[in-house]
């Protein structure tokens, strides 16, 4: 009895403290509860910028309504027609003729005086395109036109400016070039090197010389085309008056050097060229008098070598120191029609022809190269 009471009086304590705890809540679990709720939104307008009333308001659907409200812009036309004409003014011995003034000049369009808007004198290096007749018809290998001709290019080549850019085209059935533009002689050189044997004996000069000016259009400073050609044509795809017309719009000045005249000469002389072969060679002399004329070049029938380097010169001169006329014609219609150009050099006091003196005071014969006219643009469409 006693050992009961005794083990009973000890598990009491135990009892009482199971009572207690069994009374309490257990841990809290994180997870079964929200620990944070999301905030709400401000419901101040002071937290949020205003609309601006006067801006429109952007279409939350494009539609083609919208598109011709909303992207409608402004729109601009401009027209600017300023026709420039290079112009030399040489003396009788083929030199250029300096510090002439502005008001000297008078430019004419269809009859009609213009008013100069810009002008300037000035040296400037050149681009050039030596188009050379190389066929089996005149420039067979060792001959007297094969010769002139490769003594002709070589030569005028030795005379340009490191500046000066050339490029090289032979023709004779079709043009091929031989050497882009290019200050560097030695592509030239090699270029030029390739001109030993013709392969075919026809020489196509319209379909040559258009082609090449057609090229050229895009360049911009001084350029020409220096044409070393016996004149002959012998059956281009197009006619001299459209291959004149095309040098008309194109506006490249042609430089013409004939080959064979010496040749043409001796055989005219011991009666070894017929009068169809002499009248050919005659009209196409013509020809070229014309392609240079209205182009604003030059037509040069040298007989002897020893003119060679003085037409070169005279052609480098006049190609280098130019003077740069700018007008806007009275004639603003852009009907595509070619407009005739005439330069003079008058007295303005008098409206004279101008007189022109030496160093000596006395009165020398001058020459003024420009070409004849230009096309004038057409309206777009």
């Not at 027609?81 to 250029?96: E, H, I, M, Q, S």
């Not at 000066?164 to 059935?173: I, L, R």
């Not at 392969?199 to 360049?219: G, I, K, P, S, Y």
Request: proline fraction near 7%; charge should be neutral.
């Amino acid at each position: 009895m006693k050992a009961w009471l005794k083990l009973f009086l000890l598990c009491i304590p135990v009892l009482i403290v199971t009572i207690v705890l069994e009374g309490q809540d257990g841990p809290i679990n994180p997870g079964s509860q929200t620990v944070a709720k999301p905030r709400k939104p401000p419901t101040d307008d002071s937290a949020t910028p205003p609309a601006d009333s006067t801006q429109p308001k952007i279409p939350s659907v494009f539609n083609k309504k919208n598109a011709e409200t909303n992207l409608e812009g402004p729109s601009f036309h401009v027209e600017s027609n300023v026709v420039t004409v290079d112009v030399a003014v040489l003396d009788n011995k083929g030199r250029f003729i300096p510090n002439i003034p502005k008001g000297n000049f008078r430019i004419m369009e269809d009859g009609v005086p213009q008013k100069l808007t810009n002008f300037s004198m000035g040296e400037a290096p050149i681009t050039i395109s030596m188009v050379i007749e190389f066929s089996g018809k005149f420039q067979q290998y060792y001959s007297g036109g094969w010769f002139q001709t490769l003594q002709a290019t070589y030569g005028f080549v030795s005379m340009l400016k490191p500046v000066d850019y050339v490029a090289v085209v032979a023709y004779d059935m079709r043009s091929e070039i031989l050497s882009d533009f290019s200050t560097d002689r030695s592509k030239t050189q090699e270029a030029l090197s390739r001109l030993r044997i013709p392969a075919f004996h026809e020489c196509n000069l319209f379909d040559a010389v258009t082609d090449t000016a057609d090229r050229m259009t895009a360049l911009e400073g001084r350029k020409a085309i220096l044409l070393v050609a016996s004149g002959i044509d012998t059956f281009s795809k197009q006619t001299f008056d459209q291959c004149r017309k095309k040098l008309q719009e194109d506006g490249v000045p042609i430089y013409f050097f004939g080959l064979l005249q010496m040749q043409r000469e001796m055989a005219d002389a011991r009666g070894r060229m017929g009068p169809s072969a002499n009248l050919d060679f005659l009209q196409a002399d013509n020809e070229m008098r014309t392609f240079a004329k209205e182009t604003g070049g030059m037509a040069f029938f040298p007989r002897f070598q020893g003119e060679y380097g003085q037409i070169f010169n005279d052609i480098l001169q006049s190609m280098r120191n130019q003077y740069s006329l700018g007008y806007q014609p009275t004639n603003s219609a852009r009907d595509g029609k070619f407009r005739k150009i005439k330069i003079d050099l008058v007295n303005p006091s008098t409206n004279e022809p101008l007189k022109v003196t030496d160093e000596k005071g006395k009165p020398i014969k001058y020459q003024i190269v420009a070409k004849a006219g230009y096309t004038a643009p057409r309206s777009v469409e």
